[in-house]
Each structure stands twice: as structure tokens, then as C-alpha cells.
């Protein structure tokens, strides 16, 4: 057999049917614990409802003998005036009359009977008896009751059952005593009512299998359909070798309980098949999923067998043969890693990956520490402060880099996180400081320090500017617009100063005329602040305001806009601030921080008669939120279209009639002519502005769609 060489192949196949096995495991005790068990209740529930049904109608039924009881002692009048006339034939033809037509609504009670205290006779809905003929001839009761005392001494509503005689009838016979609101005092009730009538309800026709009885509040057996001979007790009785489940619902009109009886097998048959069912799935589905392992271990383990053998490590074990090649071509690669990490390469990728996010490219912390684990730029700090440092020598040379990290260094120390780059402008660079809770003041010393230490060890003279202190990535760009701001002021406070942005003063003077066009921006809509923006730049425009105060009018709405801004300001927009030269320019750049919905990125030309889809409406909406950052790639945008790489570049190609990656290079080219049309911007912040983070690769691709160089196009165009 083919793999009867590796005892790794058995050792993963036994473990993973294990897996399984413990898996359909946990869903038989699942299925045992809450679907058989919630299956039981809905049953239980279902039979309750039913049984509760029942019971409501027999109480129902019983109401109606104390609906008669006070229409006869207390409404009734003209049976109370007849029962005042003196005896006579035609005044017990009456009484009877009333009680005859007081049962006619009723087809449950037989017989009704009016029994006085001090009078011989027995007035019934058919006739009158004489006492003793009635309970000796007529009704046979459990006890001698001719004895007047004996009947008043029953207590209200006494059940008590009764039979008439030469008749096999039985009845159960309901003994009403008169309420203290009665006018027929001295009197007793009585109603007959055929046990059938209840039997018929604990026993229906629906469900002959079922059985019940009546209990009294002494828990004596009133009525049952089965032989008992006192109350059941527990949940499950057997009677006739019939197993029973035993339901018990009280009644709701008199002291007593119905004792409904279920035929346990009867009941429990869907509980029974539904836990077969159940057993019969789990069993097949171990069974299907140890095939389907088997089959998937033998055809997964195929290519590591050839692998192992490719690699010349075939041996009596193959997982362990290739893991020893695995470990090999690790320690390999990890040395090759180091290496490019010291390289020139290395240090690019990590100028890339902090410019990347700086001007937005990652949506947290927890993305960009995904991506910045392999090159070591973690960052786990709960807060961050952005410091902008201007380099004053008097050559206007750029530091080497070894001895800015070694300031920085020695500065900054463990106690923070930090990242360093040079920021495209002559003599400037970002560093991001990550730090925690309460370190803010400390920094700030450290870096006056750092200041005093460059003036005396290195010759070099700083101005830092710091941004106030943000626990978000949202809030990186106003962190870079502070630091930028701050980092300027050395204008007026002069060269080796750490300057915090929270002490500049951006009080705007709503006095002036100009100004006060601006005082509503913050509470208008995003289309009213574009107008007011337009408004603002064609007055300074018209009347022709100095340059330098103007500039300082513009910075100051573009921090109210950034304030308020409507969506999240992309990086490299903001680092293209820094460049702006022209009023119309500033106007643009504001524009673009209010345009909440702004206009797609030109697609390419198809043909008239071609609709575009929604798929690639998608496509060109994922590479517009992307496309000029260096991290963008292709199998990126797939993931977030969820498609292959393939099947994406092939669907795009087909729609439009160009490679995918021609019409990202394409975007790149048209946005990097617009940056070098409209500011100064170096030529290496374009680069990575756009995508490239190798300014040489930039160059190249830029002269192959235009014919001619970034600088002879700015020049041209400038």
C-alpha cells in the first residue's frame, strides 16, 4: 500500500476520526440535553394545554348549577312568592313548572330538587315526592338522608354520588346549602348530574386510551374511569398493566382536582422516534465523516509524499523527513530576512510601511501591527504623539540617519515606542511616539533634553514641534497637521525649541470682516461649508489681502475644517498641504476636505453600448481606496471583492480590455501629474504619494505611459 510506510499518516488519520468521534460525542449529549429534553417539554406543554381545556369546560359545566342556584334562591321572584303560598296542588304545579323551565337551558343536569327544612315534601323539576319516598325509592344515596338533620348537616356544595332507582344510572348529585344572600333559607338544593358526563371528558372519543377521575378536596376518588380505589400518587402510575403518566389540574370553581391519566407509551412515541432519528444521523454522519477524513488524508497526503521524495528525504517517516526540510529552508529564509532587514531594501520597506501609516493606509493599530510584525515595528503603546523635527546646520545637509536614530535613541530610550523617517522636505522628519498613560510630561522633557544634548555633543541645532496627545489612529492627521503647525513657529520662537502645539495661539478674531464670514462653518452642512469656503477665497482674492496674512486666514479654516471635517482626511492630501502655494490651491485642498461623496477615479473607456456591472463597479470602487498606497496588491483587493486573484485580473481584462495592473499604473500616473502640476512637492514624496515607495520604479513606469520623465513633466507643466 502506499502508505503503509508512515506512521505519521495513521497517527493524524486516528486522531482526526478521534476528533470526530468526539464531536458527534458532544452533539449526541447536545441533542440528549436540550432538543430531546425541549422536545419532552413541548409535548408536556401540548398535553397540559389540552388537559387545561378540558378542565376549563368542566368547570364550565359546574357554573352552571350556581348560575340556577342564584337565579332560583335570589332572583327568581315568582318562584319565592309561590314558595310563600299556602299548600295546595295547584302551588306545587308551579314550583315545579319554574324548576323545569330553569333546566331547560341546561343539557347537562338530569334532575333538580328543592328540599325544605320543616315541609314533608321534595319539590323536583318533574313532579313532587314525599321525603321519604324520594330518598328511599327514588334516589339512593351512600347513607340514610331521609333524616332532615342529616341533610342540613352536609356541607355546601357537597358532592355525593347517587343512583335512581331501576335505572343503572349513576349521578353525581351536588348538595347546595342557601348562601346567607338567599331568600329560600332552610332549604337544600340538590342537582343530578350524570358521572357520564365527566367520564366523557377525562376518557374523550378523540383519545379513548386516555383516563381520568375526580378527586375532592379529601382526595376521595367523586368519579373515575378506571377501578381506583384511592387517589394516585407520584407521576407515573400502572393500572391493567397500562403504564400512565399523571397529570393533575385543580379546578377553578370548587375543591376539587382532575387527575387526568396518559398512556405513557402513547405519549412519549414522538420523544422515542425522535431520539431513534437522532441516534441514526449521528451514527451516519461518523460513519460518513470517517470515509471522507480517510479519503481526504489520502489524497492531501499525496503531494508531501512526492515532496519529501523530490527533496531526497524519503524515509520510514515522511511528515518527519519534510519537517526536517521545512526547518532547514526556515532557518535559510530567517537569515536571508536579516539580511534585507540590514539592507538599504529593508530600511525602504520600513519608511514605506510608517508612511503607509501616517497618511492613513490602515484602519487600526491591530491591522498595522499584522502587517509591521515581520519588519519589527510593532506598536503597543496606548497613546501617541506626533513630533515634527526641523534640523538647522549651516550647510542645509540632510543628517545621516545612523546619527539621528542614535539621538533619538538615546533621548527616547525603552520607556517609548518610536519610529523615525525623513519627511521628503529638506532637513525635516516625522517621528511617531507611542507612549502611556500620564508619560506626556516626561516626553516632553526628554525632548528639551535631546535638544540641549544635540547643541552640545553633535553641533546640531532642532526645532521640535509636538502634536497634543491622541489614543486613535483616526486621529493621526490632525496629530501630523499640529505637529506641522507647531514645527513652523520656530519662525518666531527661534532654532533649538520644543514647541507643543496646544500653546500655539488659534484664537480666530471674529471682528474682522473676513473672518467673520467663517464664524457659522461649524455648524453648517458639508455642501454650506464648501460655499462659505468659495465665499471666504474670492473675497481675500477681490481685495487683493497681503499674501502672509492670507496664508495665516487659510491655515486657520483648514484646522476649523479638520475639526469638522465630514469623512477621514487621507495623508497624503494632508502632507500635500505642506506644498500648497497658491490661494486657488488652498481652495482646492479645502474643497477636498468637505466633499464627503467625491467623484470617482476616471475608469477606463468601454465601449457605449456596454453597461458597466456591478461587480466591476466594485472592482473600481476597492482600487480607488487603495490604489496609491505601497501596500496595495492585487490578491489585496480580491480578498476584499472575495475572489481569486486570477478570476479577478481575468473578469477585468475581459470587461474592460486591459491588465488590471495597466490601469492601477494608469491611476498612479494620472494623480503623480496632477502632484506635480499644482505643487513642489520632491519628487520622492510623490513616489510614495502615489504607490511607489522605490522612486526609481516611479520613474520608469511615469516615463512609459507619458513619454517623458516626472521632472520634464513638471517642468513642462509647472
Known amino acids: ?19 470526530l468521534l468526539m464531536a458527534v460525542l458532544i452533539l449526541l449529549v447536545f441533542s440528549q440535553a436540550f432538543f430531546v429534553t425541549s422536545l419532552r417539554e413541548n409535548l408536556q406543554q401540548a398535553h397540559r394545554s389540552r388537559l387545561l381545556q378540558t ?35 295547584l302551588r306545587d304545579l308551579r314550583l315545579v313548572n319554574e324548576l323545569r323551565s330553569l333546566l331547560a337551558s341546561s343539557l347537562m343536569i338530569d334532575e333538580l330538587a328543592l328540599v325544605p327544612a320543616g315541609d314533608g315534601q321534595v319539590y323536583t323539576s318533574t313532579a313532587v315526592y314525599g321525603k321519604h319516598l324520594f330518598f328511599d325509592s327514588i334516589f339512593s344515596f351512600d347513607g340514610d338522608l331521609y333524616d332532615t338533620g342529616a341533610i342540613s348537616a352536609l356541607q355546601n356544595r357537597t358532592v355525593l354520588p347517587a343512583r335512581r332507582q331501576g335505572s343503572d344510572q349513576r349521578y353525581l348529585a351536588f348538595f347546595n346549602t342557601p348562601s346567607v344572600f338567599s331568600r329560600l333559607q332552610d332549604t337544600v338544593l340538590i342537582f343530578f348530574v350524570r358521572e357520564d358526563h365527566f367520564l366523557e371528558h377525562l376518557s374523550p372519543l378523540d383519545n379513548p386510551g386516555q383516563q381520568g377521575a375526580v378527586l375532592d378536596a379529601e382526595g376521595r376518588v367523586v368519579a373515575s374511569t ?21 397529570e393533575r389540574v385543580p379546578s377553578a370553581v370548587i375543591d376539587w382536582t382532575y387527575v387526568f391519566l396518559l398512556p405513557a407509551a402513547e405519549m412519549l412515541a414522538p420523544l422515542f422516534r425522535a431520539q431513534v432519528t437522532v441516534m441514526v444521523l449521528l451514527l451516519t454522519l461518523l460513519a460518513a465523516g470517517a470515509l471522507v477524513i480517510h479519503m481526504a488524508m489520502r489524497l492531501n497526503y499525496r503531494p508531501i509524499q512526492a515532496l519529501t521524495e523530490s527533496l531526497g528525504r524519503s524515509g520510514s517517516d515522511d511528515l518527519e523527513s519534510l519537517k526536517e526540510a521545512i526547518d532547514s529552508l526556515s532557518a535559510q529564509n530567517a537569515h536571508m530576512q536579516a539580511q534585507l532587514m540590514s539592507s538599504p531594501d529593508g530600511q525602504a520597506l520600513k519608511d514605506a510601511l510608517l508612511f503607509s501609516l501616517l497618511k492613513g493606509g490602515f484602519s487600526s493599530f ?6 509591521a510584525a515581520a519588519l519589527g515595528m510593532t506598536f503597543s503603546k496606548p497613546r501617541y504623539r506626533v513630533l515634527m523635527l526641523r534640523l538647522f546646520n549651516q550647510a542645509e545637509t540632510p543628517i545621516p540617519r545612523k546619527t539621528l536614530s542614535d539621538i533619538l535613541a538615546g533621548a527616547l530610550g525603552d ?5 523615525f523617517r525623513d519627511l521628503f522636505e529638506q532637513s525635516m522628519y516625522v517621528c511617531l511616539v507611542g507612549l502611556q498613560e500620564g508619560q506626556e510630561d516626561e516626553l516632553t522633557a526628554r525632548c528639551r533634553a535631546m535638544l540641549d544634548a544635540c547643541a552640545q555633543q553633535h553641533a546640531l541645532s532642532f526645532s521640535i514641534g509636538a502634536s497634543n496627545c491622541y489614543d486613535g489612529i483616526a486621529s493621526l492627521s490632525a496629530a501630523c497637521f499640529e505637529a506641522t503647525q507647531a514645527v513652523r513657529e520656530h519662525f518666531i520662537r527661534g532654532q533649538n525649541q520644543f514647541i507643543a502645539y496646544d500653546e500655539l495661539s488659534r484664537t480666530l478674531n471674529v471682528q474682522t470682516n473676513y473672518l467673520s464670514i467663517l464664524s457659522a462653518l461649524p455648524e453648517q452642512t458639508p455642501k454650506q461649508q464648501m460655499q462659505t469656503v468659495r465665499d471666504f477665497v474670492g473675497t481675500l482674492k477681490a481685495d487683493r489681502v497681503p499674501a502672509l496674512l492670507a496664508k495665516s486666514y487659510c491655515n486657520s479654516v483648514v484646522q476649523v475644517l479638520l475639526t469638522h471635517a465630514a469623512h477621514p482626511v487621507n495623508m497624503s492630501d494632508l502632507f500635500t498641504f505642506t506644498y500648497l502655494r497658491t490661494a486657488d490651491d488652498y481652495l482646492a485642498f479645502m474643497l477636498h476636505l468637505l466633499d464627503t461623496e467625491p467623484e470617482p477615479l476616471p475608469a477606463p473607456e468601454t465601449s457605449a453600448d456596454i453597461p458597466v456591472s456591478d461587480l466591476l463597479a466594485r472592482i473600481y470602487a476597492v482600487i480607488a481606496q487603495s490604489y496609491d498606497s505601497c501596500n496595495f496588491s492585487i490578491q489585496d483587493a480580491a480578498e476584499k471583492l472575495s475572489l481569486s486573484s486570477s478570476y479577478l485580473g481575468q473578469y477585468f481584462k475581459q470587461q474592460t480590455g486591459e491588465t488590471l495592473t495597466g490601469y492601477v499604473a494608469q491611476l498612479r500616473v494620472r494623480k503623480a501629474c496632477t502632484l506635480l502640476q499644482s505643487t513642489s512637492m520632491p519628487l520622492q514624496m510623490v513616489s510614495e504619494s502615489v ?28
Request: charged residues 20%; glycine residues 6%; aromatic residues 18%.
Open 1 to 19: 500500500m502506499l502508505f503503509r510506510r508512515s506512521r505519521t499518516y495513521y497517527k493524524y488519520l486516528l486522531s482526526y476520526i478521534a476528533v
Open 55 to 89: 378542565t376549563q369546560q368542566l368547570d364550565r359545566d359546574i357554573e352552571q348549577l350556581y348560575t340556577i342556584d342564584y337565579q332560583l334562591s335570589t332572583v327568581n321572584q315568582n318562584f319565592f312568592s309561590y314558595y310563600l303560598e299556602n299548600p295546595s296542588p
Open 226 to 246: 378506571l377501578s381506583l380505589a384511592a387517589s394516585p400518587t407520584g407521576d407515573r402510575i400502572t393500572s391493567g398493566g397500562v403504564e400512565y403518566l399523571v
Open 366 to 371: 491591530e491591522a498595522y501591527n499584522r502587517e
Open 415 to 419: 520607556d517609548f515606542t518610536w519610529y
Open 691 to 718: 504607490g511607489y515607495y522605490n522612486q526609481n520604479s516611479f520613474i520608469r513606469r511615469f516615463k512609459q505611459i507619458t513619454g517623458v520623465t516626472p521632472g520634464e513633466y513638471r517642468k513642462a507643466n509647472q
